[in-house]
């Protein structure tokens, strides 16, 4: 159990782009890594306070491993991940940054995370005694360092603010006294971000401020307050605090709500022509078929579905980038193909395809959400497994 963390650790470059994956795969996901990096900077200029860079859910579906060292490299000093799994691969493959993770069961050992040196985020009095039992039972490292989480209105994880709080406030410190723990950080969690202005925000950033008081006038002494995610980083300077919590920006989508400052997205999703069929007026296309063509035309196969992750909702809107133009894919979205009407446009057997990128010219993943009446979020951890990655960059 080490309380400690190795901060400032140098990580390898990656100077060549490095497929994960078969190269036969029929789709793959290129991760540009300086898009990460650049987005760090442009975040950072923007909140100048640390950044966390949010790499659950592998990195969003970019991969979790490469992008923290990516947004560690352009300046990152926190990675933020979901579970103990999550903090701990990122431990196995050498990742020696300060990690914070936060949703774990209350009967979970967390001494192999507190072994790991990440700091566990707490919200109920039985988690709590759980990390100080494992950090007691440990019989090496100091006190396990906590992060205590009120909820401050989104109504998920948290304490709830109020006595709830005031009672995980005075456990901690009680457990702090006796030498198991140490509380570094006090966060919450926004429920409208991505409106500027929000009176929420305004009313979570007051009980938040609230709530820091309490944790202080009951002896407790964090040095890490925390609030913000991608959309408030941006919008909402009273949210930041001593860092932001940083997803989908890390990964160049826009969270909305401010001014464009650059971001790059990251992931390009590229597939190619594997079929290519003239048909003849009155054709009907892929299941049902929900599309027949209104004139003769040119069918293109593309071998990219619902289990690669893209939305079968997003049928009748989705369009992809092949030939030289933005092309409608039409028919149902299979789970392993979507057909693509080229019109008389010149496209070849094997010819490139791209799902979404950065733009303007292909689709981008915010308009893919938007298709599919969801979040890019949706879209990008939706990404299939079979889809190869391949990262890009020297940025690592
Ligand atoms: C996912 C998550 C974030 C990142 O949110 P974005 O809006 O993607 O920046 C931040 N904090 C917590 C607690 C999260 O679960």
Redesign the pocket.
């Known amino acids: 159990m080490a309380s400690g963390h190795r901060a400032g650790t140098v990580w390898p470059v990656i100077s060549h782009s490095t497929a994960v994956g078969v190269t036969s795969a029929l789709a793959e996901a290129v991760v540009d890594l300086d898009a990460v990096a650049a987005n760090v900077r442009t975040i950072a200029a923007v909140t100048r306070t640390d950044l966390m860079a ?1 790499v ?1 859910a592998d990195g969003f579906g970019h991969g979790a491993v490469p992008v923290a060292r990516a947004a560690l490299a352009a300046g990152a000093t926190w990675l ?1 991940v979901t579970s103990s799994a999550e903090a701990l691969a990122l431990r196995d493959s050498g990742v020696g940054a300060p990690i914070l993770s ?1 949703l774990h069961r209350p009967d979970e050992d967390f001494g192999p995370l507190l072994a790991a040196g990440v700091d566990v985020a707490v919200s109920t009095l039985p988690h709590l005694r759980a990390v100080a039992a494992a950090a007691a039972a440990a019989t090496s490292g100091g006190p396990a360092m906590v992060q205590l989480k009120v909820d401050t209105g989104l109504s998920r994880n948290g304490a709830r603010h109020g006595s709830d709080w005031a009672d995980l406030v005075a456990l901690a410190r009680a457990h702090e006294m006796a030498g198991s723990i140490r509380v570094r950080g006090v966060w919450s ?1 926004l429920a409208d ?1 991505d409106q500027p202005g929000s009176p929420l925000v305004r009313r979570q950033v007051s009980a938040f401020r609230t709530a820091v008081r309490v944790a202080r006038a009951g002896g407790l002494d964090p040095v890490l307050l925390h609030l913000a ?3 408030a980083a941006l919008t909402a300077p009273a949210t930041r605090f001593d860092i932001c ?5 890390l990964y160049g989508v826009d ?1 909305g709500g401010g001014r464009d400052i650059g971001l790059r997205p990251a992931m390009t999703l590229r597939s190619s022509v594997v079929n290519l069929k003239q048909v003849p007026a009155g054709t009907g296309v892929s299941y049902g078929p929900d599309h027949v063509t209104a004139e003769p035309t040119t069918l293109a196969l593309v071998p990219v579905g619902f289990a690669d992750g893209l939305p079968r909702n997003a049928e009748g809107r989705a369009e992809v980038w092949v030939g030289g133009a933005r092309c409608p894919i039409v028919g149902r979205i299979a789970m392993d193909q979507c057909v693509v009407d080229v019109g008389d446009r010149p496209v070849r057997l094997g010819d490139p395809v791209t799902v979404f990128g950065p733009g303007p010219d292909e689709p981008t993943v915010t308009e893919w959400a938007r298709w599919a009446g969801t979040n890019p ?1 949706d879209v990008l951890t939706g990404i299939g497994a079979r889809v190869a990655r391949r990262y890009q960059g020297v940025a690592a």
């Not at 919590?245 to 920006?249: M, N, P, Y």
Request: hydrophobic letters at 40%; a positive charge.
């Open positions: 949010v659950k933020g936060w969690h971000a995610n991608s959309g919590r940083v997803g989908l920006a969270p979020n």
